[in-house]
């Protein structure tokens, strides 16, 4: 090769890495409603959408027991299925390992962020002071047909496809389409 040649050679082709959220390339967090209501969604869809291949579930726990135990890591056989319990953090690369198994991750949006979600509008729990984790809207759940967006949410919301809580199949066929 002559010194001072334009080379324009690449050696491999560029290719674009896949966008991928905290625990999983799709995960959804479900927001604005009591945790309960949440759980039993997601259990729904779970079910529902078990052609997806595995769905993951995060969630955190309310009533956490104290642990007495001093190892940070401790793994547990609960015969029908298995748990590890750990002392620490994890941070974004930790959580991914355990969740790349999965073709959809479920997030209970009150207590954890996701690259979309679903915002719920229930008048039991109010959005506003969680409007930074409504980055990527993919659908609006009412819970009655008479409950109106808020004001504070109406612009970020505009545009945004809206079903109303009770409308599960349609919730479930959203997020297949989605997918």
Request: with cysteine; proline share 4%.
């Amino acid at each position: 090769m002559i010194s001072g040649e334009n080379n324009n050679h690449q050696k491999h082709a560029k290719l674009k890495r896949p966008t991928t959220g905290h625990f999983n390339r799709n995960e959804v967090a479900i927001l604005g409603t009591p945790c309960g209501n949440i759980k039993q969604l997601c259990k729904y869809l779970v079910n529902s959408l078990d052609s997806l291949g595995k769905i993951g579930f995060v969630d955190a726990d309310h009533k956490a027991e104290a642990t007495e135990d001093a190892q940070n890591l401790s793994f547990t056989d609960k015969i029908s299925f298995r748990r590890f319990d750990y002392k620490g953090d994890f941070n974004k690369f930790e959580f991914k390992p355990f969740f790349n198994q999965c073709g959809l991750v479920l997030v209970n949006g009150n207590h954890f962020r996701a690259s979309a979600q679903i915002v719920v509008i229930d008048p039991k729990k109010s959005l506003e002071h969680k409007l930074d984790r409504i980055s990527n809207p993919l659908l609006v759940l009412r819970m009655t047909e008479d409950v109106e967006i808020p004001d504070y949410l109406r612009s970020r919301l505009e545009g945004v496809p809206k079903l109303l809580w009770q409308q599960e199949q349609e919730i479930s066929t959203f997020i297949k389409g989605w997918m």
